[in-house]
């Protein structure tokens, strides 16, 4: 599995980022383990989770940190894994109120560490924005806890581009890091930003790419399977009703159709070209995959290697009105 290097950082973890967001509750914890134990053994060492996954299931609170937390411990692995959570959500019944002081900010990142029995993480999420509170505050709290050694770096999770902009060019200002990445809804597919159920989360659009074109700035993007919807189109399964609302328009049907017709002649699944069209995109993307099962896994971690030529995703991303 090729590796990727996070610009600015001495970060250099697999391809394919191992996503989380049901462990423990949904995903019970000896499936999440096996999961993990897959993803290492395809090369994986790339981990994504967050203080509030699953915590929108019954069950243990932070069940996903806590389940990585415990694999961890068991597996031995915590010294090759680049470990990423994220803080700063607002609570789940009150998501229009923010917490991102100072305070609930490093609050978080403290019961992080704990859960994830570790005493640092290597990629520490922002999970959303406040845009009342002002980037200079954000950043010099992060940088803070560099500097304590809790975190080596750190980025943005469903952030505007003009916020981001803004919060570099502070970090600049003061001869820090900053953002070492920024994490979005980003796939192959086109959503519908009316379809997506929260407000509060922040898809790709031209602007921010361009802004990664133009910086270099790491992309880590999640939902980049697009919950599998050109996997289940290509194998006749059944869309589900939210994914159809969200994924199920004609420029997506073509994509569909374009994708299949490149893996017949190339022979790379389906999953591999969604992934790779990420993977080679011209600046550093880490796609955040979400498997169920031990074959989604192993399937999405093939597209760790795959090359694609710059016509072929030209090709595969094109628009329905532009000729074949
Ligand atoms: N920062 C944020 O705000 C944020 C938001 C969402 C997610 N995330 C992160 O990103 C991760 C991934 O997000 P996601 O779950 O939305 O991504 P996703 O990979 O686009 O969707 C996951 C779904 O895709 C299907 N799938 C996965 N691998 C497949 C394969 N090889 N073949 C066919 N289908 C496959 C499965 O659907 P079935 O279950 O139907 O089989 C699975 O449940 C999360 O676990 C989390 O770590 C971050």
């Known amino acids: ?33 096996a999961l993990l134990d897959a993803y290492v053994t395809c090369g994986g060492n790339f981990i994504d989770t967050a ?58 990142l403290n019961t992080s560490l704990r859960n994830l029995q570790t005493e640092w993480i290597d990629l520490y999420w922002l999970h959303r924005d406040d845009t009342a509170r002002p980037v ?38 003061r001869g820090i890091t900053g953002f070492v990445g920024n994490q979005m809804r980003w796939s192959l597919a086109e959503i519908d930003p009316a379809a997506v159920g929260d ?37 006749g399964s059944e869309i589900r009703p939210g994914q159809q609302k969200t994924y199920g328009t004609a420029a997506n049907r073509s994509r569909a159709a374009r994708l299949q017709t490149l893996a017949g002649e190339t022979g790379y699944s389906v999953s591999e070209i969604v992934l790779a069209y990420l993977t080679n995109q011209p600046f550093a993307t880490i796609p955040i995959v979400g498997c169920r099962t031990v074959a989604q896994v192993e399937d999405s971690m093939r597209a760790g290697d795959v090359r694609l030529t710059s016509e072929q995703m030209a090709w595969l991303a094109k628009g329905d009105g532009q000729s074949e």
């Open 1 to 33: 599995m090729r590796t990727t290097q996070i610009p600015r950082t001495d970060l250099a973890p697999s391809a394919i980022c191992m996503g989380s967001s049901n462990f423990g509750n949904g995903i019970a914890p000896a499936d999440a383990y």
């Open 51 to 108: 203080a509030v996954y699953a915590n929108w299931l019954p069950g243990e609170k932070n069940s996903s940190e806590k389940t990585i937390g415990r694999w961890l411990a068991k597996s031995g692995q915590r010294s090759r894994i680049v470990l990423a959570t994220k803080g700063a959500h607002p609570e789940l019944a009150t998501m229009h109120i923010s917490r991102m002081s100072p305070a609930e900010i490093v609050d978080d």
């Open 136 to 173: 200079a505050e954000i950043i010099d709290t992060l940088h803070s806890q560099v500097v304590a050694g809790k975190i080596r770096y750190f980025g943005c999770s469903n952030w505007r581009v003009d916020r981001i902009a803004a919060a570099q060019a502070y970090a600049a200002e």
């Open 199 to 235: 407000p509060t989360t922040v898809a790709m659009d031209d602007e921010t790419l361009a802004y990664h074109q133009g910086t270099g700035l790491a992309a880590i993007p999640y939902s980049s399977q697009a919950g599998g919807y050109f996997q289940k189109l290509a194998e």
